[in-house]
């Protein structure tokens, strides 16, 4: 079946459905694909909050100079100047869409503290305040009447002549491939954290955004920066909030020493979380861990605070570990969480290719540049996602409906047809993925070198060949998973490649590329993005693009 | 540790092995019947129910599907039946469900399934959609926030909790006999949205949450309180919303006679006047609804189901009334 639509959205989180209710606002026919129901988007485990300079005390500035400062000036700086000017539009915006946000005494929106931010600027509804805005948001997507399919998987997107004209996806449900043919579509499929493991991610993060652009030929940026957060659980890798920090919990280690104060003695546990997360790395490699994880100290904020503030990471490290924080310190160590870099896109989320939007995780603006503050990844997926919709809606007004695509279709329906014939060789998606994660947090983590990398590289291009002869092994038409899960690992693969060259690349440490054989930021050559894109016979082609300065020149960065 | 999981599976393009279940009895029986496959797996042992799953899917029987995520009740994929109990995957121990070394997962008989373990979610996802989950909002500047109470937004916080996952609609004794009750989920989210200090429409929710297949449909058996894995309480937030509605005067409704009569015949006797309250909730002069009560009244009889035909007055009555005096409320 081929379906039009005047504006395509693939992902249904925060950004995708940001950006469908901003185009289908101004007038355009808006249809959303998500590979699971948009409810259970990753945007609802951010937990933190957001940022927004809305205080009189506060100005957009500051909050600009903070996320500049945070990037290690990697960042761009006119992106982050529109992005801390319209943030308290947007987040003003989410309350009137109902988001029951945490109140002063004034009954004014209240804040708590965040990391590497010079001001308490960040809004939040408990502990689950990516839920709060993915709830009222789907809620709104639910009363303006906007078009989503639901558990629709994109396996291509459709590119005639130079210019993105759709994408063709799976009904998981029903088993049947389309085209969903557009005059502009978005990338809004999130993040990757799945190419490594353990990861902060859910297992639909998978990186599906930036393999499709990629293999259109959009240019990947700033791949190499990942994020690791500082407080992620023992064993399961789930997600400690920063908030918990911002709270005013304490990390420490075996000895029960608050271990920041060597590190970052004026923000202490609130440095930037790539500070945070090597500072943690060093207590570990110097044996003042326990069991390979630093502690999480909550006990003096007080049963109080934690059942109100912090309820489900409360809830979260009873549930795995058995542990309760209002009693015990809690075992954490630096997980995968974030990957800073995704499709190269303008402050309207349109990428270098004609039609092609980004917005949110997958896109790389960029805001974040080598390290992206807690709270303002929420801020990103709205503003940019709102940007991109409403650039949409204009672009397509120019844009003249299209009649071909069957051809694009028959052929994606026998490339998935080729794959479910693939006969039982012995490799499986589940053994490659393990593989690829643990090879990517052991070798592309904290900490880099060049011999680990060109092993790292070595070792992804083998499983890329392994992954050549997998086989799905379910046979059914109706919610082929298997299928599914092969198809997400040639994304990932593709993902951890763009990673690791960009890593190699940039031959100095900046935010959150820690180059043991390069310790220091080298401004002279490397205050650029690095960009990867997909040559015709497949391999990756690096060029360069300078970072914009616009008044805040790049200084030492301490905390 | 090592575990037996049965599993039950369904492909409606695909002939399973395993054991063909039985079919479910009334009110289930439109459903099709599942195969039961039993994986014998090791695991560790503080896993939980979906990573034995997921261990199964993996390195098993890559046709087993199961929807799952996040694997930390944030994402709401993995609500199923465990042991015949809604229950999320992700956070149900394997060692708290196991009888005998075994466990049963199976989609829930109240949910049209799709493909094993995963089930239709349009008919719940429509529930919610027929509440209008969202705010119309009262007329504020678009500059500023509104000005509200952190309680008034604390009070909204335990609904915000919900993950949609499900598992209160699955084990609702209401859903099961009326599938056009508007379940638990569905009127926790009502509930979210008629409290909301800044939503303009309050007096139109409450009226509409009101009528038939409304909150008073729900005949608070706990089901959905006991099964939410977020603390969401539904139950206690249907109780809300019908305070609310008959404080606002929407009273002319069987649920609001019905809880009347009720509390007049405790107050008057002490005890409960069978034979009054159906004719009083149905309303007296409601002959069409009274005549098709009929036929349950003949099953209850036959059944030697009898309320006393004399209503006698429990000793020491007056007592009884001092309670309502000092509960208060209108019947005082």
Redo the contacts between chains.
């Keep these: 079946m081929i379906i039009d639509y005047d504006v395509l959205v693939l992902g249904a989180g925060l950004a995708g459905m940001r950006s469908a209710l901003e185009a289908k606002r101004r007038g355009a026919s808006v249809g959303v694909i998500s590979k699971v129901h948009p409810l259970r988007s990753h945007s609802g485990a951010a937990e933190g909050g957001i940022n927004a300079a809305l205080d009189p005390g506060d100005s957009w500035e500051i909050h600009a100079f903070d996320t500049i400062k945070g990037s290690d000036y990697l960042a761009d700086q006119d992106a982050v100047e529109i992005m801390c000017r319209e943030a308290p539009r947007d987040l003003i915006e989410m309350e009137h869409m109902g988001v029951v946000f945490f109140r002063g005494p004034d009954g004014k929106l209240g804040t708590r503290a965040f990391g590497g931010a010079s001001k308490a600027r960040t809004y939040f509804v408990a502990d689950i305040t990516g839920q709060a805005l993915l709830n009222a948001l789907y809620d709104t997507i639910l009363k303006e009447d906007v078009k989503t399919h639901d558990e629709w998987f994109a396996t291509a997107l459709y590119v005639p002549d130079g210019t993105c004209r759709g994408a063709v996806a799976i009904d998981m449900l029903r088993g049947e491939l389309h085209l969903l043919r557009a005059k502009a579509v978005i990338l809004a499929a999130g993040g990757m954290g799945r190419v490594y493991e353990p990861s902060t991610n859910a297992l639909i993060c998978t990186g599906d955004g930036h393999a499709l652009a990629y293999r259109a030929g959009a240019p990947l940026m700033d791949m190499e920066m990942v994020q690791y957060h500082p407080t992620t659980l023992k064993g399961t890798g789930f997600l400690m909030t920063e908030g918990a920090r911002g709270e005013g919990a304490y990390l420490t280690n075996k000895d029960g020493e608050r271990f920041m104060q060597r590190y970052a003695p004026k923000m202490m546990e609130l440095a930037s979380r790539d500070v945070v997360s090597r500072s943690e790395t060093i207590e570990l490699a110097e044996g003042r861990g326990v069991d390979g994880c630093v502690y999480l100290d909550l006990r003096h904020l007080g049963a109080e605070l934690i059942h109100k503030k912090l309820p489900q990471i409360h809830e979260i490290a009873l549930n795995f570990l058995g542990l309760d924080m209002v009693e015990v310190p809690i075992p954490i160590r630096p997980g995968m969480h974030y990957i800073m870099g995704g499709v190269k896109t303008d402050s309207d989320g349109a990428t270098p290719l004609p039609g092609l939007y980004a917005a949110g995780e997958c896109a790389c603006v960029s805001v974040h540049g080598g390290n992206r503050l807690g709270a303002n990844s929420l801020l990103d997926t709205l503003v940019f996602g709102r940007r991109s919709g409403a650039h949409m809606a204009d672009y397509v007004k120019n844009v003249k409906p299209l009649a071909t695509g069957e051809e694009f279709l028959k052929s994606e329906t026998q490339r998935i047809q080729a794959l479910l014939d693939r006969p039982y060789k012995g490799e499986t998606h589940a053994r490659l993925r393990l593989e690829l994660g643990t090879l990517m947090d052991d070798k592309v983590g904290v900490y880099r070198d060049e011999a680990g990398l060109q092993d790292a590289l070595a070792k992804v291009r083998a499983i890329r060949t392994r992954a050549q002869s997998v086989s799905v092994q379910d046979k059914g038409r109706i919610y082929n998973q298997a299928l599914l899960f092969a198809l997400e690992l040639d994304y990932m693969i593709d993902c951890a490649e763009a990673t690791i060259v960009s890593a190699i690349e940039r031959k100095e440490s900046r935010g959150a590329q820690s180059r043991t054989d390069y310790p220091k930021r080298d401004d002279a050559n490397w205050l650029k993005h690095v960009l990867v894109t997909r040559s015709a016979d497949g391999t990756p082609k690096i060029s360069y693009q300078p970072v914009t300065i616009t008044k805040w020149q790049p200084m030492e960065r301490t905390y | 540790m090592h575990v037996k999981m049965v599993v039950g599976r369904y ?4 002939k399973l092995d395993g054991e063909l279940g039985a079919p479910y009895p009334p009110p289930y029986s439109d459903k099709p019947r599942k195969t039961y496959q039993t994986f014998e797996i090791d695991l560790h042992d ?1 896993a939980m129910v979906l990573d034995g799953l997921i261990h199964i ?3 098993v ?3 087993l ?13 993995c609500a199923m039946w465990i042991n015949g109990h809604a229950k999320l995957a992700c ?1 149900t121990k394997m060692k708290d469900v196991l009888e005998n070394g075994t466990v049963r997962v199976e989609s829930p008989p109240s949910m049209m399934p ?3 373990l ?1 089930w239709d ?1 349009g008919p719940f ?1 429509q529930k919610m ?1 027929s509440v ?4 119309e ?1 009262k007329p ?1 500047s ?9 309680e008034a ?2 009070e ?2 335990q609904e ?5 996952c499900g598992a209160c609609l699955m084990d609702c004794e209401s859903y099961a006999v009326n599938d056009k009750f508007l379940g638990p989920h569905a009127l926790a989210r009502a509930y979210r ?1 008629a409290n ?1 200090p ?2 303009s429409m309050q007096q139109e929710r409450l009226k509409e949450y009101s009528d038939p297949n409304g909150v008073w449909d729900c005949t608070h058996c706990y089901e959905c309180v006991h099964v939410c894995p977020k603390g969401v309480a539904p139950l206690e937030q249907i109780l809300k919303i019908r305070q609310m509605s008959v404080a606002a005067g929407y009273t002319n409704n069987a649920g609001t006679r019905h809880a009347l009569a009720f509390a007049e015949s405790v107050r008057g006797s002490g005890r409960l006047n069978e034979l009054t309250l159906m004719p009083k909730s149905l309303g007296l002069f409601n002959i069409k609804a009274q005549l098709q009560s009929l036929p349950s009244a003949f099953n209850l009889l036959r059944a030697g189901k009898l309320p006393p035909i004399i209503h006698h007055k429990i000793p020491g009555v007056t007592r009884v009334k001092a309670i309502f005096k000092k509960v208060g409320g209108p019947l005082t």
């Design positions: 492909a409606p393009d695909r503080e899917r993996e390195y029987d890559e046709s599907v199961v929807r799952c995520s996040c694997r930390c009740a944030i994402c709401g994929s956070t799709v493909r094993d995963v979610m996802m959609r209008k989950p969202w705010l909002g504020v678009p500059d500023e926030e509104y000005r509200v109470p952190n937004m604390d909204l916080v915000v909790s919900c993950i949609s949205y909301d800044r939503d």
